[in-house]
């Protein structure tokens, strides 16, 4: 499995002005990473979430973690498609138009 992507350097920016809140948050994801789910569930699981909360910038590190654990294009594709009953077809569009340059599946204008 590939090393997860370096995140942006706004975020590094950030955690160096407020570390405690980094730790805080390595600490929160530590603990839910605990259960039986394997790992490509969560990722797919923690996308989802972000797709649904309409978070473009989760959805974007989202999309970039999955890539780099080995999901498939097509799989992110899908999840996305399976958005749009549950947050309308216009929201995943929007969804679809942040991550486009990464999934770059074939069959897409």
């Known amino acids: 499995m590939n090393p997860l992507p370096q995140p942006p350097e706004t975020y590094e920016a950030f955690l160096r002005r407020f570390p405690r809140l980094g730790r805080a948050w390595e600490e929160l994801a530590e603990a ?4 039986p789910l394997e790992e490509k569930t ?4 923690k996308l989802g979430v972000a797709v649904g909360a309409l ?4 959805v974007r ?8 654990q080995g999901i498939s294009r097509e799989e992110i594709a899908q999840l996305i498609a399976l958005a749009a009953g549950t947050i ?16 770059d599946v074939p069959g897409q204008a």
């Open 32 to 35: 839910g990473r605990e259960g």
């Open 42 to 45: 969560a990722r797919l699981v």
């Open 55 to 58: 978070r473009e910038g989760a």
């Open 61 to 68: 590190a989202g999309v970039r973690k999955a890539l780099a």
């Open 88 to 103: 309308g077809l216009p929201a995943t569009v929007a969804v679809f138009s942040w991550v486009q340059d990464l999934i």
